[in-house]
């Protein structure tokens, strides 16, 4: 029995099956490459989920999270700790926020967002318009904010007071404003639902609306944050500043971290005991948020991931060039990329990254509408070149 079928066997006799895993357990991870339990060797574009924005195992990370490891993992949140301040600090230095709450997790993030949004609002408004195709979390209260039914089926009935726009469309989003509305909730870009950008125009109006309504602007910038669009926050490329931000995922290249970000007023409807997180911010992933901070903002990083960017999107381009019956187009910000499929290349989704799978590569198709690629940030051009031999070899046996 092989090391990865034994894995398996093992796993699914004790997991509850929330997941469809690929048969293969991962062992070892070093930049854009992991390997299984067998010693297969994979070329990673999905990252953990867009986490691992460094890369497995960043040697500076690695070291930073060791070193607090063998000091401090965990005291509490009665007390102050030097990793979860210096990382506040750093966050707020590079942004336009004054304070911050840590969490978790991307959805734990979102709930405190939600809270502070409802109690800053004050008594009769609480309700919170998010978009068709969002995603938020998978609490309840973030389940209920995303704008996806099929996370809602077998639920019912959701947390009240949360109601959905039709994507893009501003008159949609307007007409559901009422006395009750407290703030609107977005992602910059769609990740789950087909890696979907919004305008900055759009956003722009949105961003009116809530100033003439007295409403707050909540980004979720559980993706689209710590870099993954180009700069260090996708809302700064796009001219339009919310009121709370949050940001998970890759702030710890792949330990659990989330944060929550807004101004010192709006902060300040939150008060001792209204909210809490046993472990959230703990030393040592907090040590990890502040590795990863420092190396993202070293000198041409950024401008790296704009580079990396813009060529994934021109050698996804020309895929879709080749082969007009499966795809058609490309879509995303920095390297946060969809290949667009057409009405065919759709129903060969899941063919097509089992294919990758089967060709050492891993992506994802998201909202059944596109091939997702979301590799580390330090991806190399060589690497990249690597990933578009494989697609047009799976592309190829398909077309």
Known sequence: ?????????????????????????????????????????????????????????????????????????HVSNLFYTAPQIELAELLIAHSFADKVFMANSGAEANEAALKLARIHSGPGRYEVISLAGSFHGRTLATVA??????????????????????????????????????????????????????????????????????????????????GRTGTLFAYEQLGVTPDILTLAKAMGNGLPIGVMLTREDIAASFTVGTHA???????????????????????????????????????????????????????????????????????????IVQGMFEQGVLINFAGNIVLRFIPPLIVSREETDRMIAALVHVLGRLA
């Open 277 to 351: 997180s046993t472990f959230g911010g703990n030393p040592v992933a907090a040590a990890a948020g502040v590795a990863v901070l420092r190396l993202m903002l070293a000198d041409g990083f950024l401008a790296g991931v704009r580079e990396k960017g813009e060529y994934l999107a021109e050698r996804l381009a020309d895929v879709a060039r080749r082969f007009p019956a499966l795809a058609s187009g490309v879509r995303g910000r920095g390297l946060l990329l969809g290949l667009v499929l057409t009405e065919r290349g759709r129903e060969q989704g899941p063919a």
């Open 1 to 73: 029995m092989t090391g990865n079928s034994n894995w398996k066997k093992r796993g699914d006799k004790v997991f509850i099956g929330t997941y469809s895993r690929f048969p293969a357990a991962m062992v070892r991870g070093e930049g854009c490459r992991l390997w299984d339990a067998d010693g297969r060797e994979y070329l990673d574009f999905l990252a953990g989920i867009a986490v691992c924005s460094l890369g497995h195992c960043h040697p500076a990370v690695t070291e930073a999270v060791c070193r607090q490891a063998g000091t401090l993992v």
């Open 145 to 226: 904010a995303t704008g996806q039914p099929r996370f809602h089926q077998g639920f019912e009935p959701l947390p009240h007071g949360f109601v959905h726009a039709e994507f893009g469309k501003l008159e949609s989003l307007e007409g559901l404003i009422s006395d009750r509305t407290c703030a609107i909730m977005c992602e910059p870009l769609q990740g789950e639902s087909g890696v979907r950008p919004l305008e900055p125009e759009y956003l722009a109006a949105i961003r009116k609306l809530c100033d003439r309504y007295n409403l707050l602007l909540i980004f979720d910038e559980v993706q689209t944050g710590m």
